[in-house]
């Protein structure tokens, strides 16, 4: 059984950040893939970022440059720091992590940017 947990998210005004964290739990030997997505009211589920086991990381254009995503190993959790944030990424995040062949996803955290 894996669970992910997320927190992080908030109300914020248009050009402050926010850090989200999605910390991974359970029984596994390691985890491949981790990244998030988003999903905004009316709008499909679209990737926001992906890092590697290695560190490699990708980004959707909409993001690059504002956003930064990382992970610790150690502690399963992979994070994604969010600059400069514009009312247009307003929406639910939602993390998730690849183990072996399985895609395990979060409950969602609420991201509200004001104008």
């Known amino acids: 059984q894996v669970q992910l947990v997320e927190s992080g998210g908030g109300l914020v005004q248009a050009g402050g950040s926010l850090r989200l964290s999605c910390a991974a739990s359970g029984t596994f030997f390691g985890i491949d893939d981790m990244g998030w997505y988003r999903q905004a009211p009316g709008k499909q589920r679209e990737l926001v970022a992906t890092i590697t086991s290695g560190g490699r990381t990708n980004y959707a254009d909409s993001v690059k440059g504002r956003f930064t995503i990382s992970r610790d190993n150690a502690k399963n959790t992979v994070y994604l720091q969010m600059d400069s944030l514009k009312p247009e990424d307003t929406a639910v995040y939602y993390c998730?992590?690849?183990?072996?062949?399985?895609?395990?996803w979060g409950q969602g955290t609420q991201v509200t940017v004001s104008s």
């Open positions: 998730y992590a690849n183990i072996i062949r399985s895609t395990y």
